[in-house]
């Protein structure tokens, strides 16, 4: 049963294009999201959050939205880079943190 | 900055031993969290802890043991390998705020089981 879900295994975008990645979540309980970047042999880094309350948290290229109603949120990232290529994981928190399965970013020069 | 460490690294492992993650902390952060990953699943939560002497179950705890302490350290206990624990593991730390802060992770840990 997973209550968080990416449904796109991998995205690949041209440098300085956006980069979009999408999360759908089952539980309206979750008050808190984030996203993660992960590179390979490392462990997961914070990028943004956003609580249930607000619909839009943006800090410099990376903009995350959400949608209560639909029980969806996105990352926008403006302009993509090529160093933006990892892994990006969203997570739900209801104390405790439930992650997606993750997207696959690929920036091409 | 130390952060959150994970020990050891790598480690392959036969069917049947048993062995210890060991994850530490130097943040006095309250929360600690286990997660594995496996290909193409994500992160899945194993064990998470709210302070030290508190612990429960995450999504995935079968074949797992965690004990805490103190603030600084989460070990994970795996009593009798198997091949279906071959995974990466991962062991993260969090302030208990609101709303929730962000989690720390450690490197990681690779462990085969053969």
């Known amino acids: 049963d997973q209550q968080v879900k990416q449904n796109s295994p991998s995205l690949s975008v041209q440098e300085g294009r956006i980069s979009i990645l999408n999360c759908d979540y089952t539980?309206?309980?979750?008050?808190?999201f984030l996203w993660y970047k992960k590179y390979p042999a490392e462990g997961p880094t914070f990028l943004i959050s956003?609580?249930?309350?607000?619909d839009k948290n943006e800090d410099g290229r990376f903009t995350v939205f959400l949608n209560k109603s639909a029980k969806h949120l996105s990352l926008h990232i403006v302009p993509s880079q090529p160093g933006d290529s990892a892994v990006y994981f969203c997570?739900?928190?209801?104390?405790?943190?439930?992650f997606g399965t993750g997207t696959r970013l690929k920036v091409l020069a | 900055n130390a952060g959150v460490t994970q020990t050891p690294k790598f480690r392959i492992l036969k069917i049947g031993q048993s062995m210890t993650l060991q994850c530490a902390q130097d943040?006095?952060?309250?929360?600690m969290y286990w997660y594995r990953q496996d290909p193409g699943m994500g992160l899945k939560l194993i064990y998470y802890?709210?302070?030290?002497?508190?612990?429960d179950k995450g999504e995935v705890p079968n074949g797992y043991n965690v004990s805490r302490s103190t603030t600084e350290d989460f070990p994970l206990r795996l009593e009798l390998a198997a091949p279906s624990q071959t995974s990466v593991y991962f062991c993260a730390s969090s302030y208990l705020t609101s709303p929730p802060g962000e989690l720390f992770f450690g490197e990681g840990s690779r462990l085969t089981v053969l």
């Open positions: 997570a739900a928190s209801e104390g405790k943190y439930i």
């Open positions: 943040m006095n952060h309250n929360y």
């Open positions: 539980n309206s309980m979750f008050d808190y």
């Open positions: 956003i609580s249930s309350i607000k």
């Open positions: 802890s709210v302070g030290a002497g508190i612990t």
